[in-house]
């Protein structure tokens, strides 16, 4: 049963350093319903941004589970920055755990990344990890 909105400060699932697993475990826990967690998306997603950190490889198992309409914006924001390592975070191990639903909505975004890649994206091979995710997917 997952932890109600009276029951959670969001500051809380925004994990404070590189191990912080509890509020990783935090997030895992709410009710992904009742309780809006756009407020700290954006500082959830930080922690995608080097895939070494612990943190980083949890969260990817855990935030498919947020609610759609919140976590597709930020996914986007993050495949069109200019932040190679954390395109790479999402594209490779957030994207994979993602549903059916969610991926057909990022699926623009990866074809932007195969067919029109940035000079980084390429220099990185960013747009080969969106093309095998494609391949896998679609």
Not at 33 to 53: A, G, H, K, T, Y
Request: hydrophobic letters at 40%.
């Amino acid at each position: 049963i997952g932890v109600s909105q009276m029951d959670v400060n969001i500051k809380d699932l925004v994990p404070q350093h590189k191990h912080d697993i509890a509020a990783v475990n935090r997030l895992k826990n709410i009710d992904n319903i009742s309780i809006d967690i756009r407020p700290v998306i954006e500082d959830i997603f930080i922690w995608l941004q080097n895939i070494n950190w612990p943190v980083a490889q949890e969260l990817c198992e855990v935030l498919p589970s947020v609610n759609p309409e919140i976590l597709i914006p930020e996914i986007r924001r993050v495949l069109n920055s200019n932040d190679d390592c954390w395109q790479f975070s999402c594209i490779c191990f957030l994207i994979p755990n993602l549903s059916k639903e969610i991926l057909v909505e990022l699926q623009a975004d990866l074809e932007r990344i195969i067919n029109n890649p940035t000079d980084n994206e390429k220099l990185s091979d960013i747009n080969q990890n969106a093309q095998d995710i494609f391949e896998r997917y679609f």
